[in-house]
Structures are given as structure tokens and as C-alpha cells.
């Protein structure tokens, strides 16, 4: 059985084992993995995600007595809530906030939620930072939208799902995640406008010119993430104040140089640098990707990476590790992706050599010692849908 079929048996098997009879359809929504824009988002600037061949399956059916019941295979007990709960962000807690809060945010819209059983299976890794949680968010949202027959077109969803997990969850989250898992298509990257949320599939078949992206999941635990992000995103609001923007996507890059001269603490001056050619690498890259040159973005993810190692100042050994063997190994281009602190590394890879690449960064890890990472191949893939 292939790994897709494989994860809507078991939200089929779940749901039997829990509520008996046959759920009334499956719906799925993948992770993502960001292939160039890193603490871009938050600036008002760019990012280029792609959803990933990851999925998570709900297997739902409605509930006459119009509350809600979900179970996940990540624990046994399923968790149970009716519109009181629903509707105060707080009152639902752990993991299935998430599907409250899809239920709080359709509500709060004016939408007539069903009620419904939901049994959630995933492929999607919890916390690395490939989006288990917008992939859970998204599958949800799909489910109960076509289950009440609800009037929400699908460029409507992310936006929903975003406000999901900031609302009621409580996370602080942009829109580039829920986008992705919504909106990407296979052999596309999604470009995102993160001041106007305009979106663009761009091309980006890998599989056709013999590429793959390998994902690294660095295994290394995240060391004060939230903390230091929260001092980055703070960081780039005031070097934005001082410099007289609305945000740091203000500063054009033949602008930089004047601006940093106007910034008299050396850190803040690096952490605009990261910002401002950050994003001019996410316009290159589309640039590239337009034009069918995909070998040719390498670079740019390496300038990405070392612009984050030095400049923004968020890598971890154990990261710059997978980078610097997967580009030893023969990688065209490879970087942090994500928040850092840990999480995943991503190297643009012939499809044929992703095994030795993945190997030689293994290698690398027990040299120094490191838990040894888990390595995957991707290709972009299809966003939240109905499985049958
Ligand atoms: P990431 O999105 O990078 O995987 P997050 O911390 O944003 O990490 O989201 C992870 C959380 O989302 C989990 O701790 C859990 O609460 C919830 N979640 C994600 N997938 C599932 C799932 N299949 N079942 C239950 N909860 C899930
Ligand atoms: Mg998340």
C-alpha cells in the first residue's frame, strides 16, 4: 500500500474502531516546507512555499446531535466539545484546539457548523516545522465545509484557518503555512505577497528536470525558539520604525546600504541586511523558476542559509552541519528552512543522487556525535482536497 493510501486507511479504521459505521467522505491537506523566504513574513515581505506529499486524512461523517467529536491517532482518548466550548478560544485545549478552533473560526463567520465525529490520521511530522498543524487545520476545514454544505469558496479558507490557530489556538502564526497547504499544486511553489496575501503558482517541477528536495529533519531540540523569535520579530519592528517604514519590506535593496549607514547598532544592521536580501532572493528565485531554470536557484538557497547563519543569527550546529555536507556532497543549493532554532534543512538535489546526499549528511552527524537526522525526498505535491 503507498504511504497516502496507506494514512487514509488508518483515519478510515480509526473512525470505525470509534463511532461504528462509515464516515461519510475523507478529506485531506498536506504539510509544506518553505523553499526560500525566512523571517520574511512577519515583515511584510515574500515567501515561496510548496505543499509536501504528506498528508493528514479525516475521515468525518455529521452528527445529528450537533457537537463534535475527534479522535487522533497522536492519543487514544478521543476529545469531545459542543457549540458552548466552540465558541469561547480557551475552552478546548492541547492538540484539538486546532479542530475547535476550525469550528470557532467558521462560527464566528456567520457559518452553520454541523456537527460531526472526525478521525485524524497523519503522515505529517508533528513539530518539525513542516506544518502538521495548518495540515490539520486545513483537512478539517475541508471536511466541515463540504459535510454542512457551506458557502466558502477555497480562496477564503486560509484566512480562516489562519485565524483558527492565532484566535483560539493562541499561536502567532502569518498565513504563509495555511496558503501553502491550501493552495498549492503539484509541480508548483506558491510566491505569497505577505502584505497583500496576493498569490502565485509559479512552476516548479522537480520531478520533470530530474530534481528532487531532500528534507533534513535536524533532530536538534529547539533551544529558546520562541524567545529568540519573538526578540528577531521585535528587532525588525523598530529598525522599521527608525528607518521611517512601514516595514522592513520597505527598504528596497538599492536602498540598503544608505539604510544600514542610518543604523548605529552593528546587530540591527545584520538583522535588516537578512530582511531586505532575503526577500530579493525570493524575487530572483521566482525570476529563476519562471524562466524554467531550476538547477539554477542553488545558489540562492546557500546565500539564503549563510545570510541566516550570520546575519539573522538563527542557526544551530546540527543545521549548518546538514547544509555544509549536503553542499559537500553535492547539493546545487541547500538551507534552513523554518523559524530555526532546529527543525528542517532542505537541499536541491539530482533525484538520483538524493540517497548519497542523504547519506554523507548522516555521516557528517555521527562524526560530531549528533542524533542522527531523518532524511526524506519531496516533490511539490497538491493542497487540501477530498480524497472519495
Ligand atoms: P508544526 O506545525 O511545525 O508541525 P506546531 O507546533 O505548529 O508544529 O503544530 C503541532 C501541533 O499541532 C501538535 O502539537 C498538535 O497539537 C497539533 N497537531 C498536528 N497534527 C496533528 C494530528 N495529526 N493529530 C492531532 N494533533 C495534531
Ligand atoms: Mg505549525
Avoid at 146 to 152: N, R, S, T
Avoid at 225 to 244: I, N, P, V
Avoid at 268 to 295: C, K, N, P, W
Avoid at 354 to 379: C, K
Wanted: charged share 25%; with cysteine; hydrophobic share 45%.
Amino acid at each position: 500500500m503507498s504511504a497516502a493510501a496507506d494514512v487514509a486507511a488508518r483515519a478510515t479504521a480509526g473512525f470505525r474502531q470509534r463511532y461504528g459505521g462509515e464516515p461519510a467522505g475523507r478529506w485531506a491537506a498536506p504539510g509544506r516546507v518553505n523553499l526560500i523566504g525566512e523571517h520574511t513574513d512577519y515583515n511584510d515581505g515574500f515567501v515561496l512555499p510548496f505543499a509536501l506529499p504528506l498528508r493528514t486524512v479525516v475521515a468525518a461523517a455529521v452528527a445529528d446531535d450537533g457537537r463534535w467529536s475527534v479522535w487522533s491517532e497522536l492519543d487514544d482518548e478521543p476529545v469531545e466539545f459542543g457549540p458552548a466550548e466552540a465558541d469561547e478560544p480557551g475552552r478546548v485545549d492541547g492538540w484539538a484546539a486546532y479542530v475547535a478552533g476550525v469550528v470557532w473560526a467558521l462560527r464566528a463567520a456567520g457559518h452553520a457548523v454541523p456537527g460531526a465525529r472526525l478521525a485524524i490520521a497523519s503522515d505529517v511530522p508533528v513539530g518539525s516545522g513542516l506544518s502538521s498543524s495548518a495540515a490539520i487545520e486545513a483537512a478539517v476545514l475541508a471536511a466541515l465545509v463540504e459535510l454542512g454544505g457551506l458557502d466558502l469558496p477555497a480562496d477564503r479558507w486560509p484566512r480562516l484557518a489562519q485565524r483558527a490557530e492565532n484566535d483560539y489556538v493562541g499561536a502567532p502564526t502569518g498565513i504563509m503555512d495555511q496558503s501553502a497547504v491550501i493552495r498549492g499544486r503539484p509541480g508548483h511553489a506558491l510566491f505569497l505577497d505577505c502584505r497583500t496575501e496576493a498569490v502565485e503558482l509559479i512552476p516548479f517541477d522537480l520531478g520533470a528536470a530530474g530534481l528532487a528536495v531532500l528534507v533534513i529533519d535536524s533532530h536538534a531540540p529547539h533551544r529558546h525558539a520562541d524567545g529568540e523569535y519573538a526578540a528577531r520579530r521585535k528587532s525588525c519592528e523598530r529598525a522599521a520604525k527608525a528607518l521611517g517604514v512601514a516595514a522592513l519590506r520597505d527598504v528596497a535593496t538599492g536602498d540598503l546600504e544608505a539604510a544600514l549607514a542610518r543604523l548605529d547598532d552593528a546587530e540591527t544592521r545584520r538583522r535588516v541586511r537578512h530582511v531586505v536580501t532575503e526577500d530579493q532572493r525570493v524575487l530572483d528565485t521566482v525570476e529563476l523558476l519562471r524562466a524554467g531554470r531550476i538547477r539554477d536557484i542553488g545558489p540562492l538557497l546557500t546565500a539564503s542559509h549563510a545570510s541566516m547563519r550570520d546575519d539573522f543569527e538563527i542557526t544551530v550546529p546540527e543545521i549548518d552541519t546538514a547544509v555544509e555536507a549536503a553542499l559537500a556532497a553535492g547539493a546545487y543549493g541547500a538551507r534552513m528552512t523554518g523559524g530555526g532554532f532546529g527543525g528542517c534543512v532542505l537541499a536541491l538535489v539530482d533525484a538520483d543522487a538524493a540517497d548519497a546526499v542523504a547519506a554523507a549528511v548522516a555521516a557528517a552527524y555521527a562524526d560530531r556525535g549528533f542524533t542522527a537526522p531523518g532524511t526524506r525526498t519531496v516533490l511539490p505535491a497538491g493542497g487540501a482536497t477530498r480524497l472519495d
